[in-house]
């Protein structure tokens, strides 16, 4: 009798365990983790959060995490996905999403960069993530012909940040362009020394 009683406290024990673990720390599938080359790849994790979200059943975060050979001050990381698709060259994209920070000592948003040949073209970003209230967000951008472009999370400093409910939708030429912070051009700068 004692046996059966062990083993259902174990297995009761067992069950809080699991449902109580909120993020699955491993980079979800198809997403790509980044860390700047002036920190170690393992200053940032990510992952799948069952718990926190916008919409069932999960969200994905990105986390930094406590380590003293990270340089804070020029830390930052992505969570991203490249996607490359003739069904978006030249037209107009929105990409949107909601996104959530926690204990987050910089910032934290979403944001898209277009590429073509190995080149940056432009990028957009959305508005800054502070506080733990999920904030919709999103950029438009136009995707040149032959072009690439990667979307996700990016964050800077300690903290967390959760992106959920993304949403790419192509709009006419009258939504107008929408965080582009900057783009290559012949009057600005570029390949300098």
Sequence with gaps: MRTIFNYLVFCMMLIVSISSTPAKAEVPEGWIKWVSEKSPET???????????????????????????????????????????????????????????????????????????????????????????????????????GSTFMYGLSMSGKGQAWIDDINIEIVGKDVPEKGVTWRLGKDMPHNMP
């Design 43 to 145: 200053a940032y994790e990510a992952g799948s959060d069952t718990k926190i979200y916008y919409s069932p059943p999960k969200s994905y975060y990105l986390k930094f995490i406590d380590n003293s050979k990270t340089e804070i001050a020029h830390s930052n990381a992505s969570l991203y996905q490249d996607l490359r698709s003739d069904k978006y060259f030249g037209k107009r994209i929105k990409i949107s999403a909601f996104l959530r920070g926690e204990n987050l000592s910089d910032k934290a948003r979403l944001f898209i960069l277009i590429s073509k040949d190995g080149k940056h073209l432009k990028r957009a970003d959305g508005g800054i993530v502070v506080s733990s209230d999920w904030k919709h967000d999103s950029v438009v951008a136009d995707i040149e012909d």
